[in-house]
Structure formats: C-alpha cells, structure tokens
C-alpha cells in the first residue's frame, strides 16, 4: 500500500497516543521499512495490519474499530491531498459516486503500482446508497470510517449498514448508506 496511507497512521498514532506508542510498535512488529515512510513509494501491508493487532492487543479496542478510526482520520488527508478537484462536488452521494470512477481512476493513473478496490453502486429502495465493495486487502472497516469522514467534510448525517462482510465469506462487502438529515 502506497506511503501516504502509512504516514497518515503514524501521523495519527503519534497524534493521538504519542511517540512513545509508536516507537513501541515498530519494536513490537519490526517493519521491514524500519517504520519509515515516504507518501510515494510502496510498503507491504502486513507492516500496517500487524500494527493495527498489536494496538489492538494494548488497548482492547477491536482491530476493526481501529481501521475504521483510522479510515475517518485517512479521509481528512486524501481529500486535502487529492489529485482530483473535488472542491466542485458539494454533496456527499455525488462525492461517493465519483470515488470508482473519477478518484481512484485518478490515483491510479499517477501511480501504476496502486491497487485500488473496486466499488459498485446501487440505490437502495428508501433513497440509501448501497456500495459493494471489494478488494483483496478486505479494508471494508477503512471503507466505513472514510465514508463517515467524506460525511462530515459535506456536513451530512448518515448510517452506515453492514449486511454482507468479505470476512465471512462474500465476494464483496455490501455498505449501505443512509442519509438521515
Ligand atoms: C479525495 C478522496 C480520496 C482519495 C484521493 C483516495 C485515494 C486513495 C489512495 C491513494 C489509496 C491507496 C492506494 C494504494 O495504496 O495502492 C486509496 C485506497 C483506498 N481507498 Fe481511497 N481515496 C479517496 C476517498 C476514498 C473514500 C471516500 C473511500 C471510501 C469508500 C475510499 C476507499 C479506499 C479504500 C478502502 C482503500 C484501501 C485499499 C483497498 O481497500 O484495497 N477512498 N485511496
């Protein structure tokens, strides 16, 4: 996964629970890349997956309520940071719309070496928005808390149902949003 998603979680471990914690967890987990990070270059996952269940394993918090934490913390960076003008979008169902086929499209044409997941959209029958999503990487709680983050940038209320997780089995996660006010 590219370097900006790792600085991100190092900027929010050390934000939030301080440098300490996490020199502790580049003891604890040994990364190959030392724990350091640049935005453009490429670093195995499992670096960012053994740290989320060796904070999880300190703190008790369950691994997918860090990811998804870590997700709403991401979004804040990546729409700052976007290679698309996203300032022209000014709800939040366009902005998710465009996710599959205008952002990601964008991301991975500046960078070749992402792996992006693929997102399918649907209407739901009471005005919600439902999105399959699928990756090998099974980020579905990242996909959570970014969405709750896209939602707060746009100032709208929403749930989010999780009726069909790639952890039990699905070909995709089906995440369905609701708007609420
Ligand atoms: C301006 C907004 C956004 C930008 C610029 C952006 C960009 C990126 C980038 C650079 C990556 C890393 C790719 C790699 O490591 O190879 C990524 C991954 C990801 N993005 Fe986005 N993204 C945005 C919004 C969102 C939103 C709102 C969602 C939520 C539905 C989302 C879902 C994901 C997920 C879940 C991943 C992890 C990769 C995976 O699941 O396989 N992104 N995105």
Redesign the pocket.
Known sequence: ??G??FTAFSDMIIEKMGMEQWNELIDKTSPTSKGIYTSGA?YEDSELINMVVALSEKTGIPAEKLVEAFGQYL?DI??K????D?SKIDNLRDF?LA?EDV??VE?KRL?P?????T?NYEDGPNGELI?Y?S???Q?CH??IG??FG?AKQFDEKIEIGHPQCMHDGAQSCKLIVKFVG
């Open positions: 996964m590219q900006a998603i490429q979004f990546l729409y940071n976007s290679p698309v996203v998710l996710i952002i990601h991301v960078n070496d992402s792996y992006l997941p997102f999105m999503y990756s090998k990487r980020l990242a996909s970014l969405i896209a």
